[in-house]
Nanobody, 115 residues
Framework: QVQLVESGGGLVQPGGSLRLSCAAS????????MGWYRQVPGKQRELVAG???????NYGDSVKGRFTISRDNAKNTVVLQMNSLKPEDTAVYYC?????????WGKGTLVTVSS
């Protein structure tokens, strides 16, 4: 079955960096686009970054120029490199894939940006 497992979250000071990874299994990874989303309690989950199967990327306005999404099809992994982190980036980060109209989510990894 489709599985997505996020890792790399933690506590970081403002201005710092973190690298999140999402390990995918159970489907042909290279054939599908992937997305990173985040959610703060009481708010809707929002798109952070997406990457198509061919490597085309898009970003939410609040992270443009600071975050970079990439994929490694040999390792079935999508990575979110987060630089210049701000307290407002604090959230649970999830990766997602849509396969034949169904959304599959990981369980998330918590990122806390605080001094």
């Amino acid at each position: 079955q489709v599985q997505l497992v996020e890792s790399g979250g933690g506590l970081v000071q403002p201005g710092g960096s973190l690298r999140l990874s999402c390990a995918a299994s159970g489907y042909i990874f290279s054939a599908y686009g992937m997305g990173w989303y985040r959610q703060v309690p009481g708010k809707q989950r929002e798109l952070v970054a997406g990457i198509t199967s061919t490597g085309i990327t898009n970003y939410g306005d609040s992270v443009k120029g600071r975050f970079t999404i990439s994929r490694d099809n040999a390792k079935n992994t999508v990575v979110l490199q987060m630089n210049s982190l701000k307290p407002e980036d604090t959230a649970v980060y999830y990766c997602k894939v849509v396969i034949r109209g169904m959304d599959y989510w990981g369980k998330g990894t918590l990122v806390t940006v605080s001094s």
